[in-house]
């Protein structure tokens, strides 16, 4: 069987300082773990190449197929708020592009493929553990219509990789529209590179946002559609309780998808500053500040762009200020667009912000349960039992049962048949994410070489809104047993 990648590859095409070129390592032993078929015929990619012994070579990195040329990107970035002037792609390369049958650009990359130039001394592989959860997570989030980078297949490679012990090597292979980040903009900003800087502003525009590529100023266009994606993605986030956990400037995409699935979790019992990143000593990617380091960021990116607005640097530092400082009303907008469909408001009203807020302080005060919390509210007219449950999450039951009048005097006001905006509820509100403790389940069996738990889990996420009544306890939260507190990078 031959290849059925078709490469038309545009990154690798720009100037040499952009990557370092150089073939994946290779395994002793790759064996197929996961494929996403759906995805591959979606791109034009036959699912039983992937699935032979051709296409799982592919996958490990033993064979780089016709027309890919494999890259590992370079980019900086502040990391916690500190400034790192050289990282790049430690244990990643871009095989190449393929387009899709819609049309669309997609890089395909694998994910602890080997050590290169930007490995900083470190393996470049990656362990079974944060391969699983990046497969299981990226594909929930996409399931959930949430923008973020697609896992195209899995495998593990037959050799250990050294972390606390010794863990089964796996190689993840994902797909994005455009791995270009907010550092890949700071690394050539850093070296006062301006051709470089223009180059990679043009190539985004190109690619991701051409409609600025006819407004008056290009550049300041890009910043604005980049502003304007960021808010939605972030407001998204909160609205599923997601935490991403690492959000430094090298893991933020210009494409405003997910990226880089490191120590990122679901809440389950619900608190404004969660944090679970074993990293995150101060909190500094909690829940709630997800906004602000949203907007920290966007401020990074947007001083790279100011040498490319012209030579009047205080016009161009105020034209950029005013388009990051767009975002805070933007996101505003998109969080009340997100949380409104959750309690199944149609329209905007006065007093729908503090109903919002009021629901979630209480949710906070109980630690209860973020998702199983909505989903309830959603069912609450079709069952009493539901109701009741609901109720039974909360401390303060009176408190409660005010609010609860309040929004359904609230509902009465826009006099739209409780059938419709149970509908609409149902399908803003998931009844199951991937709780850190499944996740945690697949990722144990898997190290004994049981794949099903992880196979299940799949079958359950992709249809998150849906009741599935034979998964039911895939909804539930955790055992005081199984509560997951901590997680990792994985690197």
Same mark, same amino acid.
């Given at each position: ?12 095409? @720009? /100037? ?12 002793? +032993?790759p064996r197929l773990v996961l494929v996403n078929r759906d995805?591959?015929?979606?791109l034009g990619i036959d699912p039983s190449y992937l699935e ?42 871009? *095989?190449?592009?393929?387009v899709g049958l819609d049309g669309a650009r997609w890089g ?35 399931? @959930? ?28 292979? $994902? ?24 180059? %990679? ?20 266009? @890009? ?5 304007? $994606? ?33 120590? !990122? ?18 909190? $500094? ?12 960021? &966007? ?9 490319? *607005? ?17 975002? #805070? ?7 009340? #667009? ?6 199944? %408001?149609?329209?905007? !009203?006065?007093?729908?912000?503090? &109903?919002?807020?009021?629901? *979630?302080?209480? @949710? ?18 079709? +069952?009493?039992?539901?109701? %009741? ?64 738990? %992880? ?20 909804? *539930?939260?955790?055992? /005081? ?11």
């Open positions: 069987m031959t290849p059925s990648i078709l490469f038309d590859n545009s990154y690798s095409r @720009l /100037p040499d300082r952009f990557f370092a070129r150089l073939p994946p390592t290779q395994v002793s +032993c995805l591959a015929t979606d032979s012994e051709a296409g799982v070579q592919m996958l490990a990195g033993n064979t780089v197929p016709e027309g890919a040329e494999p890259i590992a990107m370079a980019y900086a970035g502040h990391q916690f708020g500190g400034w790192v002037p050289s990282l790049g792609d430690g244990r990643a390369l871009l *095989l190449g592009e393929t395909v990359q694998l994910k602890g493929s080997g050590p290169t130039p930007f490995s900083r001394n470190a393996d470049g592989r990656a362990w079974i553990g944060p391969v699983i959860r990046e497969y299981v997570v990226s594909e929930a989030l996409q399931a @959930l219509g949430i923008a973020a980078t697609r896992a195209l297949a899995m495998v593990t490679t037959g050799e250990p990789v050294y972390r606390e012990a010794a863990f089964p090597g796996a190689v993840l292979t $994902r797909v994005s529209s455009c791995y270009v980040r907010f550092g890949t903009f700071q690394y050539f900003y850093a070296r006062n590179d301006i051709p470089a800087l223009k180059i %990679l502003a043009e190539y985004v525009i190109a690619h991701l946002y051409p409609e600025a590529k006819s407004a008056k100023q290009p550049i300041l266009s @890009l910043l604005n559609c980049v502003v304007a $994606r960021q808010a939605q993605l972030i407001a998204d986030w909160m609205g599923i309780g997601f935490i991403h956990g690492v959000m430094n400037t090298d893991n933020m995409s210009l494409a405003g998808e997910t990226i880089d699935f490191g120590p !990122c979790a679901f809440m389950d019992g619900f608190h404004p500053y969660k944090v679970f990143s074993s990293i995150d000593h101060g909190g $500094r990617y909690a829940y709630s500040n997800q906004p602000a380091v949203g907007l920290w960021n &966007l401020a990074q990116f947007a001083t790279t762009l100011i040498p490319l *607005l012209g030579e009047d640097q205080p016009k161009a530092i105020a034209a950029v200020t005013d388009s990051v400082n767009e975002f #805070q009303d933007a996101y505003n907008r998109a969080w009340m #667009q997100v949380f409104s469909r959750k309690l199944g %408001l149609a329209r905007s !009203c006065d007093g729908d912000n503090q &109903l919002i807020n009021s629901f *979630l302080e209480m @949710l906070a005060a109980a630690n209860g349960d973020f998702s199983i919390a909505f989903r309830l509210l959603s069912e609450m007219d079709a +069952c009493k039992m539901s109701a %009741l449950k609901l109720r039974g999450i909360f401390t303060d039951s009176v408190r409660f049962d005010n609010w609860l009048s309040q929004w359904k005097k609230r509902l009465e006001a826009e006099r739209r048949p409780a059938s419709a905006r149970q509908k609409a509820m149902l399908s803003s509100n998931p009844m199951f994410i991937p709780r850190n403790h499944r996740i945690e389940q697949a990722i144990s069996a898997a190290i004994q070489g049981n794949f099903q738990i %992880l196979e299940d889990l799949m079958a359950v996420l992709s249809q998150p809104y849906s009741e599935q009544p034979e998964y039911a306890e895939y909804a *539930l939260g955790p055992s /005081p047993s199984e509560i997951v507190t901590r997680t990792f990078c994985g690197t």
